[in-house]
């Protein structure tokens, strides 16, 4: 392998200052960086490791009701902490939906939402990459794109966001609190990820040297507690990355829907929020045919990268299912394949 | 009928109690410890170790590589490439028998294939060795890459292991004419990788008495004769050490590419080297399962009787080798067709060449023959299992031979039982469970061939009454190390902690190939003949000494059991091997054995195993997503020696078959022919989630020609009968009929 420094900054100061020098990355588990190290894609000089800063690994509760996760927080740490999955019961199964359980006990918060794209040619040097190689072009447009984007992709770059965690995020208006040269600044995390345009080898708008140090989750987002559902389509029924997936959250007031959140996941380069669909919705009944037309108009703008058209309309239905099963109310406990569609099979196994 | 040749001495018997008895695995404690050495976890004094650089393109050549900056990094000793390079005694593109295969050895700058071995640093350390690799940048002119199934086609002069391309029994076409309905239909499978948990590895030391070697291997005899014969040195100056495979599934049968380069680049630097594929290397130069697009036509008379069986398979082998998957050869045994016709055609692309992996041919010509027959019952309006019953072939279709044993019509009724599947209704998309899921019932019929390779083993009885039984034999993981042993402890008349069993190296007695679903029949087989003889000469010791009180047997014979020999006329005289060694003054007496497939019951028997596999799936109707609820197998293989570790050969073969009918596939770029998924993140195959409910049942089966043990073999046939039965219950819980394989969800959705 290349050779590389390895820093272990005291404290957050410290590390934003590591970081100063071009060729410097911070590391926190490592599950996504180590990799495209191993392969070649990422080739750092520096790695400053972030995983034993102080401070940010604590789960709190605010005053005010919302909660406060430190960057460094294990997902499955997150995900099993009662008090958060009583309030996010979306954001939980999101977590335990992604990867597997060796993943989960690993990777962090921070870099859940700084992680990498999936495309097979991102990953692989010899293919032309502009998120890799910037003005190099693009091999997955006319390539093996059934996985790719049917929003918000140019012709420069098809990829997607793999995340599933920072599709409840999304939906929920999270917001992301940086360090960074300039001291602390918050960031919608709905506006943390970009899309690609002309420049995909920006994934996001962090600048050089910001650190991810917490992610906060507003009170009002706990308000959808009881009607809300993260829903993930795969091809096997666990550790794959999702086809489509989405997050749907309902406020219900006198029949009607007074506040709902939609987002979809692996359809773009960024976790994506429907906010005209949402739009739709308010005041509406929670109805199937109400969120049928949401769905249409969530995906109006959705067009094939290539051969994913499929994608489309299995967003449109996800988001569907997804809705239906917020109206009909959060599950009293996580199933035991959390976010597949079979997690309402009865005698399904917690294999997952 | 003809007698079969009895294997073991009729005056001499032995009884023993090991075989039959479930035990766990002997290795198990190792392996869950990490204490059982596979290859890699060799490091000997002054070891390098050895990184490939890899072909980006799938045809063209090697323009220029940058050796001088790759030697410029720190800990780099050497960097192998065609211009430097240890000589061979033989052009790795010579080929002298069809079970020998051309290698990648650097022999010049073509590249033929992605991944292609091009270059080989050897470095201090893994790190170094891996950034030299990197540092090499090739340059290539690059050729377009032939990929896909729609080249030039011809007409293979063999397929698998030299059977004829094509094969006829009857008129097809006035089968198909006389017909009152032909079904139709093509099917497409995909290029498949084996992917064993272990990755190839080799740990290579020339020393004064010549090559030590570390490698999991599912032949070390044929792998030394390769080696040897690449290096011009004897066969049995090669040590090979090969006591444990994390999975080999075919691709570790033939010594591959890589493993020969860890050989030169040890010789080159004149230290021991590791060299150990990295998992994307695994998808280029290490064999795989070849594409197939099969056409099936079935004629059948009103009464739902097959009048023709027409089965065309299209597969691709590479540009500069021959491997031709058998796949339309599945449906020479299994249906009474009165017309049976199967050929095969093929094309060649840049890929490496394709090899054996589990079941080659029965796996991919199974999911075809199993769809279109159900296609075919559903044309007739019968149930499935009914048509296969309707359509059951007494004797082997084609051959005409009776079967040395065939207990098929249990396999079919003990599994139908199990799974409940007289409920079935005959229309698709009928059921739904009570959560709204489509619910599909499958079946599909499973057949492998019960082969005998040939096999020697070295049995000894020593002073102190314990045996030991020799034999270079290979434990995949299957359980060799337990099963081999219960065998051995029969034969030898003993316990099994009073054996001694020694296998896994290349210098004891050549077990032959780890393949075929052989082994245990094959390397059983000569250990069981090699207790035969030693038990005769320690037989004849006593029967012949005056002071023993089996003196004057020998006409009668004996019998050995427990340690001891007691006369066949009066079984309370008897003597412990102990006592008849320590008498005649000896430390220990030994005999070989030897095993082969006997011609005469080949000639007139058909030896096969079967099953049948019922599958359960259930379909979100919506969103696509399958999943295999019920899975249940019932399977006769002859003899039993463990009944645990074989039920836990047909979950990994049924496994298989959910993978092949679901989700495994190499994913390949259409322009470069590149793999872009040659990771087990991306390479999908199932994980526990997709197995919640897997059943197999052992059905009794009594086979008294196959060997004079009565084993078939169990490591393959698990995947045939599955991957269909899979594919025929995701058409009755849809209607929907995919035939192109694996099944995906966008398959299922209606806009496809």
Known sequence: ?352 | MPEITLSQSARHQRHGSNIGQPLTRRDGVLKVTGAAPYAADHHPTGMLYAVMAVAGIARGRVASLDVAAAKAHPGVVDVMTPAHKPKLAMDPDEKSNPFMFRLDLLQNDKVRYPRQPIAVVIAETLEAATEGATLLAPVYETQTARIGLDGERFVPPGVGVGNPPAVSHGDVEQGLKDAAKVTEAVYETPSQYHNAMEPHAIVAEWTEAGLVIDTPSQGMAMAQARIAGLFGIAPETIHIRSPFLGGGFGSKGLVAGPQVLGIMAAKLVGRPVKLVLRREQMYGPVGHRAPTRQTLRLGTDAGGRLTALDHHALTASSSFDDFFEPAADASHTLYAAKAIATAHEAVRTDTGTPLFMRAPGEATGSIALESAIDEAAFACGMDPLAFRLKNYAEVEPISGKPFSSKALRECYAQGAERFGWSTRPLAPRSKRDEAGFLVGWGVGTATFPALMFQAQARAIIRADGSGRMEIGAHDMGQGAWTALAQIAADGLGLDLDKVDFASGTSDLPDAGIAGGSAHTATAGMAIHNAGAAVIAKLADLATGDERSPLFGAGNQGVIAREGRLHRRDDASRSEAYADILARAGLQQIEAGGKAAADPAAQESYAMHAHGAVFAEVKVDPDLGQIRVSRLIGAFAAGRIINPHLVRSQYYGGMIWGISFALHEKAIIDRRSGRIMNGDLAEYHVPVNADVPHVEAILVDEHDPHVNALGIKGVGEIGITGSAGAIANAVWHATGIRCRRFPIGLEQLIGTA
């Open chain 1, 1 to 352: 392998m290349k050779i590389f420094d390895y820093i272990r900054p005291a404290s957050v100061t410290e590390a934003v200052a590591a970081t100063a020098q071009t060729g410097a990355v911070y590391l926190a588990a490592g599950t996504n960086l180590l990799d495209l190290m191993k392969v070649g894609v990422a080739r750092p000089d520096r790695l400053v490791d972030v995983t034993h800063l102080p401070g940010l690994d604590r789960i709190e509760r605010l005053p005010d009701g919302g909660f406060r996760i430190g960057a460094m927080v294990r997902n499955a740490t997150l995900a099993y902490d009662t008090g958060f999955a009583e309030a996010f019961p979306m954001v939980s199964e999101a977590l335990l939906s992604g990867a597997s359980a060796q993943l989960r006990n690993a990777a962090t918060v921070g870099g859940n939402l700084l992680q990498r794209t999936r495309c097979a040619y991102f990953y692989d040097v010899e293919s032309a990459c502009n998120k890799r190689v910037p003005g190099s072009g693009c091999d997955a447009l006319q390539g093996e794109n059934s996985g790719h984007a049917v929003l918000g992709w140019s012709p420069s770059c098809i990829a997607t966001h793999p995340s599933d965690f920072c599709v409840p995020l999304a939906a929920l208006d999270a917001i992301v609190e940086v360090e960074g040269r300039d001291g602390r600044r918050d960031i919608l995390l709905d506006a943390l990820h970009r899309l690609p345009g002309e420049h995909p080898e920006r994934d996001t708008v962090l600048e050089p040297s910001d650190l991810i140090v917490a992610v906060r989750l507003p009170a009002a987002a706990a308000a959808f507690a009881s009607h809300s559902r993260y829903l993930k389509l795969r091809e096997r029924t666990s550790y794959a990355f999702a086809v489509v997936s989405a997050a749907a959250a309902l406020h219900l007031g006198a029949g009607r829907i007074a506040q709902v959140r939609l987002a979809l996941g692996s359809v773009a380069a960024k976790p994506w929020r429907c906010r005209e669909a949402e739009a739709l919705l308010v005041g509406a009944e929670p109805t199937p045919e109400a969120f049928k037309r949401a769905a249409e108009i969530a995906l109006a703008e959705a067009k094939p990268s290539g051969h994913n058209a499929h994608k489309i309309e299995l967003a449109r239905r996800i988001l569907v299912r997804a809705l239906n099963e917020a109206a009909a109310g959060t599950p009293a406990q996580i199933a035991a394949l959390p976010a597949s569609p079979f997690s309402t099979m009865p005698g399904a196994l917690a294999h997952a």
